[in-house]
């Protein structure tokens, strides 16, 4: 525990120390059903490591997927860009290197199905039950709502949904996450049942997923 906390703070990311310890406690609940946590929205992988420190101690995987070409907002001019993760043969973004590198450095490759690819092409062709489904992908209403849309109906009963960045004030962040969240708890088969910053965490319950 200690050493993946100190991966995690050691990984290029967004996510703070204390979203962390509310994910990697997620994760931990979710991975007791023996299924599958699945992330939307790898990056470089520093929240990777938490689910799969987790997936692993349930006797599960942790499933990361990402085009690896970065969101609108870490494009070249854009604020949360990084240089470093220019890929110079093709002058697109590749966070893909440095995602492995993080991994293999917190020895956690064993625990991983990476998957490149955009979200909603995956979620399409992904049949199995998931334990937990962390968004954390596009910013956008387009991206955000395709990920919700794409992969909340595949959580197990008891499967806990976690959604990053949600900020019911405009001031403070982009509202697509904030959207998501909205429209997950008017859905009526989700309780939240965590809070830290803005990260959420919503139990999935018995009933109709609706359409
Ligand atoms: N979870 C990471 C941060 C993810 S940043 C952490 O805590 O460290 C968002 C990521 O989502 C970017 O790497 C971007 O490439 C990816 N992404 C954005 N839209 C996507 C889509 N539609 N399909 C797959 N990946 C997407
Ligand atoms: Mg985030």
Redesign the pocket.
Known sequence: MTDVLAAFEAAK???PLAEGLALHAAAKEAASLGLPLL??????G??TLLLAEAAAGGGTVAVT???????EE?QPGWEYHDPSLVDPATGRMD?LPTFRRTLHAAGLEDQVIAIVG???LVAKVWRQPLGLVFI???HTDE?ASADYAGWAPLLAEGGLLVIHDVFPDPADGGQAPYRVHQRALRSGVFTEVAVEGSLRVLRREPGDFPA
């Open positions: 990311g967004f996510m992330e939307v929205g790898t990056y470089c520093r929240s997927v990402d085009h690896h070409r970065g969101s870490q966070t955009r979200s909603p954390d992908g596009g991206h």
